[in-house]
């Protein structure tokens, strides 16, 4: 009240005209002083200036701009509380609450007056106190996080006469129960309601024709939402991650759903699509967990990918007899004339026989069919989409009719109870990571007709102990059998002319490219003669792999060749130093890692790709060892400069070497004779480097 009285004082002294009983009355200290001689001058003097101070501080609360003869409020000094803002001051309206006006203050609740039309960005935002705000209808907008994490926001009237709610206008209003939106709102832009995890029903105006994109994503409290005939479409996420939503009617209105609309909605049950919905974006019901059956309308003609991912509970996807663009049988979501098999869903368990009529399967179509057990692919199956079992974890075993002739990417990513596959003999092609984490895969027979194979085909099978390559295979993607960690043998067929394979080493077909070490293998290994090049991660993590031989007719060795070998501790080369193609071909081999190289080869230094060198059959620094005059003598060659102690003992087994001689080599040779060797039975010397 004091605040209210302050402010009521306030507009007196700037000159409003007050309300009263007479003129005279009504007038203000200055009029009644002059119109008052005489005794009664002292209390109109007090009266005045009493007014004149108690105006000050609610002035100064605010501060201004002006805009074409109106006042915008730019700031607020005050120390928070219930706040009634004016709606003029000397004379000129306040017409806007100006960009982060009364942001980051302790304001409690607000009453905005009537000749405020818009409300700017951040004006309010991380007002942490603010419980209670009053919007007149006078606002036609709000600005961009207008209320951004007023976190004790209770409720919300959005009145008649607001057109537009900015992009995160009450993002994070954590505590906001209550929300009514005017039926003149137009538009309502990004975030707008954002993580508002208290509210509980929303009704969405006719006059909205589009919900905006991710507006009341993460209201994991929402329980019901009324959507009004006139909405046209809804955006993307927009009821993403709404956890409690459990009633929504969607109106003869919509034509169309964004993606991830409705994106883990877990207590969504059952949903009908009306007739007037043409299409569906991707991943609209994804991670509705609890979602059993979907009833898909008669104008749907365009349905995005991985519609139903993850919705675990899914067992019927139903479609109007009348859609001329999908069908469904079972419960299974295929094309009109049932020659692609679109959805399966993740509920159904068992085994499923695909039905004659299809030549397709969709890419996703059956991805995360957990309890999917078993499928049989008849040979009018002619392709088998991307990831179209991806994750089926409880697969066992699949055969693969003589129809299909590509195997999509990821087809059978992460099907970890594949045990058995059979690959039927029409298949020409097998797509990047294919079988990638099928780590109960413990053999593979890769049949003649298989004429391409991925990168990455059996990444991560990490049982995969054999591989047959059939004789029609003419080319790799690479990282073929990354992390196969039990792999020991790849065989390939005699009579495929573009690779071969010793020992169960993959190379190319004329054994000058070592293209694959299986890691499954161990201990040492002597790469053969004439081999040249060592290809890209061609050993990568072969963990047991200690020691290497590596022919003078190696050339080349790729990157990353050796990398992860971490029990590699010694690398024996009989060449001259071959190229290194990149920075990592020894990266993470063991830490105490050496390489050693033969003496009389070329191209070595004190490193080679990073790890120490160590020659090999050195040549010895002594010769001419012969006696002259009596003396015993040898020439002892090293480097101009070098400071030589050369010693002697007379007792191997048990050696006490003593100096003789002391020298510092000018040149590179030096002759060392003993006059004192005819005086022992034996003796003994070795030449030693001066520190």
Known sequence: MEQEETQKRSTLVVGKKPRGKSEMNDANPAQKLATHPGPNWLPALFLLVSWLWLSTPALAQFTYATNNGTLTITGYTGSGGSLIIPSSTNGLQITDLGDYAFAFTAVTSV?????????????????????????????????????????????????????SIGKTAFYDCISLTSLSLGDTVTNIDLFAFYDCTSLTSVTIPSSLTNIGDYIFEGCSALTNVTISSGVNSIGDAVFSGCSSLTDISIPNSVMYIGNSTF??????????????????????????????????????????????????????????????????SRGILFDKNQDTLIEYPDGLAGSYTIPNSVTSVADNAFAGCVSLSGVVIPNNVTSLGDSAFFNCIGLAGITIGDGVSTIGTDTFYGCSNLANVLIGNGVTSIGDGAFTSCIRLTSMIIPDNVVNLGNAVFDGCSRLTNVLIGSGVSSFGGNEFAFCNELTAITVSASNPFYSSVGGVLFNDDLTSLIEYPAGLTNAYVIPDGVTSIGVSAFEDCFGLTRITVPASVT??????????????????????????????????????????????????????????????????????????????????????????????????????????????????FVFTDSHWRNYPRRFYRVISSP
């Open 111 to 163: 009453n905005i007056p009537g000749s405020v039309t818009n409300i700017g960005n951040f004006t309010f935002a991380y007002c942490l106190n603010l419980t209670n705000v009053t919007i007149p209808s006078s606002v036609h907008n709000l600005g961009i996080a207008a209320f951004n994490d007023c976190t004790s926001l209770t409720g919300v009237a959005v009145p008649n006469g607001v057109t």
């Open 556 to 669: 080349d060795i790729g990157d990353e060749a050796f990398l992860g070998c971490s029990s590699l501790s010694g690398l024996y080369f009989q060449g001259n130093a071959p190229n290194l193609d990149g920075v990592n071909v020894f990266y993470d081999v063991d830490s105490q890692a050496v390489v050693y190289y033969v003496s009389g080869t070329a191209n070595w230094s004190a490193t080679y790709g990073g790890l120490p060198t160590v020659m090999l059959n050195p040549p010895s620094p002594i010769s001419n060892i012969l006696v002259q005059n009596d003396q015993f003598g040898f020439t002892f060659t090293g480097t101009n400069g070098q400071a030589i102690i050369f010693e002697n003992c007379t007792n191997l087994a048990n050696p006490n070497w003593q100096p003789l001689q002391t020298n510092v080599l000018n040149g590179t040779m």
């Open 263 to 328: 994106s883990g909605c877990g207590s969504l049950t059952h949903f009908i699509i009306p007739d007037t919905i043409v299409s569906l974006g991707d991943t609209a019901f994804s991670d509705c967990t609890n979602l059993t059956s979907i009833t898909i309308g008669a104008g749907v003609t365009n349905i995005g990918v991985v519609e139903f991912a993850d919705c675990d509970d899914l067992t019927n996807i139903m479609v109007s007899a009348l859609n001329s663009s999908y069908s469904s």
